[in-house]
């Protein structure tokens, strides 16, 4: 009986090592993740199941405050722009968690509102793997608005 447990025990270690290389491993599409954003919607914040957006109307061309949202986002621990950049006016950046590395990515999108009078700032977080971030991504992005407003 105590053998079987052992043989047990091992497999699940074996399956939870699996799991941890291949999410650390998994290939990085940068492209993929970086033209999976949403329309330009109003103003407001859209939670969904492992995923948030947040889309802000802004003053001017926005330059400036995308600038300092890159700063910001760059500071954070275990993040870092895979695709796009403030000149394009588009910026994906991937957050690995600390224990397991899982990645969840950010999209920042500065783009004209569709009143065609006003820049919109749409930020895009949403996880890799499962089905729920338990509101990591909503988090995240909230805090680094807080920074942002904070500088303001």
């Given at each position: 009986?105590?053998?079987?447990?052992?043989?047990?025990?091992?497999?699940?270690?074996?399956?939870?090592?699996?799991?941890?290389?291949?999410?650390?491993?998994?290939?990085?599409?940068?492209?993929?993740?970086?033209?999976?954003?949403?329309?330009?919607?109003?103003?407001?914040?859209?939670?969904?199941?492992?995923?948030?957006?947040?889309?802000?109307?802004?003053?001017g061309d926005g330059r400036a405050t995308l600038e300092q949202l890159d700063r910001i986002i760059r500071a954070?621990?275990?993040?870092?722009?895979?695709?796009?950049?403030?000149?394009?006016g588009k910026i994906t950046y991937v957050t690995r968690s600390a224990?397991?590395?899982?990645?969840?990515?950010?999209?920042?999108?500065?783009?004209r509102a569709p009143d065609e009078a006003t820049v919109a700032l749409q930020i895009y977080g949403r996880l890799r793997f499962g089905r729920s971030d338990l509101g990591v991504n909503r988090k995240r992005i909230e805090g680094w608005l807080a920074?942002?407003?904070a500088a303001g």
């Open positions: 009986m105590l053998e079987y447990l052992i043989y047990i025990a091992v497999g699940l270690l074996v399956a939870v090592l699996a799991l941890a290389l291949y999410v650390r491993l998994a290939p990085l599409r940068a492209e993929a993740w970086h033209a999976d954003t949403p329309p330009i919607l109003k103003p407001g914040t859209y939670p969904g199941a492992g995923s948030h957006v947040v889309e802000r109307r802004i003053d954070t621990p275990r993040t870092r722009a895979v695709a796009g950049s403030t000149e394009a224990v397991m590395g899982f990645p969840d990515y950010t999209t920042v999108t500065l783009a920074q942002l407003d």
